[in-house]
């Protein structure tokens, strides 16, 4: 192993010491025996919280705001109610299915403004400088060419837009690797 690459692991490792290990409630066996759609409504209240803080620094009035890679879709409803000032909340990804489920969470929770498009993170479908808003949890690290894909989000960001990349535990955590 290269001496960089190990140099990174060692900070990774220790910079792990100060995080509390992490709580995957979709990934226990408790969560096995609860109904799909708690599980959702937990992700929703859980995914809103951390956005209403992304709040306090961010207006959208009017704005446009993407979750890239969405998956599901709890997540995108979720910033639609953090964010009703939105114009648009959209959710892209490239799985059907997920799309539609997404779509049905988002209609029985009232957020019209949501739309979700099947599309690939590394050529999103937008004109330059036509978003205000980019979120992707627990999803950026699935994409083939993760370059590319910064280039292309970046190129849909608005010149004071803004990009909010999460995922969870780190790569080389003790906890496990998220991939």
Known sequence: ???????QVLLIRWLNRFFAPP????????????????????????????????RESL????????????GGGVKTASLAAAFPEARLVVGIDVDAAALQRGQSFSCQHGRAWVAFLRADAGAPPFKDQSIDLVVSENAFEHVPDPGRT??????????RG?????????FFSRYGSHL
Do not use: N
């Open 1 to 7: 192993m290269p001496w960089r690459t190990r140099l």
């Open 59 to 70: 207006s959208l009035r009017g704005g446009v705001a993407l979750d890239l890679a969405c």
């Open 23 to 54: 709580q995957f409630t979709l990934h226990t066996e408790e969560a096995a025996r609860r109904s799909p759609a708690d599980l959702q409504a937990e992700e929703f209240g859980r995914s809103r919280q951390g956005f209403l803080r992304l």
């Open 150 to 159: 910064l280039r292309e989000v970046a190129r849909a960001l608005k010149d």
């Open 162 to 170: 803004i990009l909010s990349l999460r995922f969870f535990p780190m």
